[in-house]
């Protein structure tokens, strides 16, 4: 079999030079960023640190910091996630954000939309299905007002772009580009795409490739890509993206799904279809976050029905560096920053110096099979 | 917030459950900041931990008793409805977020209200009938039902009340449409409030958009120095319609930040029931919309 000639012997003690695989000139910034996580027991970082009684009053330092590269640096890998933390204002200035890492604000286009129509939310078994359709202010309001006020406080604040076309989304990055309080980009690939009669670029490998490759000629703050899960193997989808150089891979957005209405008459929403968020997508999330982890160099955040610190364990042994936190802040507006204290009062219960050591955790030793080789029956 | 009173979390214990309706149930619950700070139309919140949902619930507050610092809350009528709740003992606590959103506004110059109700939306109308006859107001309440087994009992309102019931297979009082009923009390009525199903809504928002043409009617107060006019979706400008509206809607976080409960206003700017309502105006949305 060929596969076997790949197979990566150790994860943990793999020497910094050896490349899986041959990357094609790949570019990096100046600032390189710190070495990607990878799989590391806790116990070796446990027994180089004096033991620590890990009880309820200990405040010992538990470094949860992660630098995204180009400069951006988290105080913590929990953020919150577009569209559910809106632009970060909405609570005022009052609410102490404590160690959230970063805010992605809700998605934003070059002219304000108004959003789909009502109804635009129902909840699910498990889950909330929305359809807002990218209700936001527009570009001009960011340049003008919000970006000002993000630059006040303490948290990066990651805007969400979008778009129909990759010339909406460069526009829109180019506008903002350099306004101080402005620390990155997430780019939602979920859109769909004029020039390929609406298909979504987070479908199509070479669509969203160029859509990267495009922004990133435009800006030089660092981009993450979210991708869906609607794509069935998003190996080739994170190579390309990578290749085309986001510095990071957000994992996942909604998943497209229906809902009936109570009449039996229609969908329930007014949109037809939505996005499932919440509780019921987590598994789903986390197997794209598996799949993905393994094959880049860059930080995956994981994003998906995260309600609390279990969720977060769950996503950081799966290889996510980050975990951002969606529907569940819709409940509970500060639930990110209690989840990143939390996860430090985690590492000190079991005595190690960040969270890293939880990172990648339940990867596998060798590359596994992907997805699309099917669940219940392996050769 | 317009709705007067501050916005707190507390505690609220569940003091008494049962059931009125098939598949419906009361809860008291014993929450002083509720009871004394809600107003007719706005709701509270219920933590996902509770109700065992992703999201917070909405639910309108069914009555408020400020002498005995209760509230009461009515759950049920779906199959994915807060059914976790209905398994609450009394003693339980949780916590109920609110009051949340903006009340009905009465003109104080208005004397005879009309309130029509479709099904379980009674809830939404149940406070604003106490809020109404204690200020000395005349009250009548327009029901639509499938049928006579989910009319809302009689005992749970007050005596002072005129009680129009309407059902779809004319089990009990008229047969049809609630909507039928109301061009009978138009013209005595000096405002209307509605809560129900959209179409139910629409329908009545058809009939108060036409009723001073069909009815002749003058229109009420003093004529303003060059007729300046309130902001739109204000409550002074809410208090001179006649057809206000409760609206259902899901709502996935009250602090505006998910935009999943807009409503398209009439000038097509979305409008946020969670904020902007559950009270509105009828002249305010875009009726055709859905």
């Known amino acids: 079999m060929k596969a076997k000639k790949r197979v990566v012997t150790s994860r943990d003690g793999r020497p910094a030079g050896t490349k899986r695989r041959p990357t094609v000139r790949r570019l990096r910034s100046a600032f390189e960023p710190a070495p990607p996580p990878r799989a590391r027991p806790p116990e070796p970082d446990a027994a180089d640190r004096p033991p620590s009684p890990g009880g309820e009053g ?177 190996r080739s989808m994170a190579r390309a993206l990578v290749d085309a150089g986001v510095d990071a891979i957000a994992a996942v957005n909604t998943l497209p799904v229906l809902v009936v209405r109570d009449g039996r008459d229609g969908p329930a929403l007014g949109n037809g279809l939505g996005g499932l968020s919440g509780p019921a997508l987590k598994p789903l999330a986390l197997r794209v976050v598996h799949e993905i982890a393994q094959v880049v160099e860059v930080p995956v955040i994981g994003v998906g029905g995260v309600a609390d610190v279990d969720d977060v364990l769950d996503f950081l042994a799966v290889g996510a560096s980050a975990v951002q936190i969606g529907t569940a802040l819709l409940a509970d507006p500060l639930l990110a920053s209690r989840l990143a204290d939390d996860l430090a009062s985690e590492c000190r219960r079991r005595g190690v110096a960040g969270y890293r050591a939880f990172v990648g955790t339940a990867l596998p030793s060798r590359r596994d099979a992907p997805s699309t080789r099917g669940v219940e029956y392996r050769p | ?211 001073r043409t069909r009815l002749g009617v003058a229109k009420l107060g003093r004529k303003r120095g060059g007729g300046r006019a309130d902001p739109v979706g204000s409550p002074l400008a809410r208090r001179k319609a006649f057809l206000q509206v409760a609206l259902d809607q899901t709502i996935g976080c009250a602090t505006a930040v998910c935009l999943g409960c807009a409503v398209i206003g009439t000038n097509g700017a979305p409008l946020r029931v969670c904020r902007d309502g559950p009270v509105f105006a009828a002249d305010e949305l875009d009726w055709d919309l859905l």
């Open chain 1, 58 to 234: 200990d405040e010992s330092p538990v470094d949860l910091e992660l630098d995204l590269g180009r400069g951006l640096r988290l105080a913590s890998p929990l953020m919150a996630a577009a569209g559910c933390f809106g632009y970060g204002i909405e609570l005022g200035p009052a609410v102490d954000l404590g160690r959230l890492g970063a805010i992605v604000t809700r998605s934003t286009t070059v002219r304000p939309r108004p959003g789909n129509r009502p109804p635009r939310a129902v909840e699910v078994a498990g889950g909330l299905v929305n359809a807002v359709g990218l209700q936001n202010l527009g570009t001009e309001v960011i340049e003008s007002r919000h970006a000002a006020l993000w630059a006040e406080r303490n948290v990066p604040v990651v805007v969400s772009v979008a778009g129909g076309s990759v010339g909406e989304y460069v526009e829109v990055v180019r506008r903002l580009d350099g306004l101080p309080g402005i620390a990155g980009w997430e780019l939602n690939l979920s859109c769909p795409n004029g020039a390929r009669s609406g298909t979504l670029f987070a479908l199509e490998v070479d669509a969203a490739a160029g859509l990267v490759a495009a922004v990133r000629r435009a800006t030089e703050l660092p981009i993450v890509a979210k991708v869906s899960p609607a794509m069935p193997d998003l």
């Open chain 2, 1 to 211: 917030m317009p709705g007067g009173a501050a916005v707190e979390t507390g505690n609220a214990e569940l003091v008494d459950a049962r059931r009125i309706l098939p598949g419906e149930w009361q809860l008291t619950f014993h929450a002083g900041h509720l009871a004394t700070g809600a107003r007719a139309g706005q709701h509270v919140h219920l933590d996902p931990r509770d109700t065992g949902g992703v999201v917070r619930r909405p639910l309108p507050i069914n009555t408020a008793d400020a002498t005995t610092g209760t509230i009461t809350l009515v759950l049920g009528g779906g199959t994915r409805g807060p059914d976790a709740l209905t398994r609450l003992r009394a003693g339980d606590r949780l916590d109920v977020h609110g009051p949340l959103g903006r009340p009905f506004e009465v003109d104080p110059r208005s004397h005879h209200l009309l309130l029509v109700a479709e099904g379980r939306a009674m809830s939404r109308l149940r406070m604003l009938v106490d809020e109404a006859l204690a200020t000395g107001r005349q009250v009548t309440l327009l029901l639509g039902a499938e049928s006579a087994r989910d009319v809302y009992p009689s005992s749970l309102l007050p005596d002072e009340v005129e009680y129009v019931v309407a059902t779809r297979d004319g089990s009990v009082g008229h047969r049809g449409a609630v909507t039928d009923l109301v061009p009978g009390y138009e013209a005595w009525a000096d405002q209307a409030f509605g809560a129900g199903p959209w179409s139910t809504l629409a329908a009545l928002a058809r009939l108060a958009a036409t009723r």
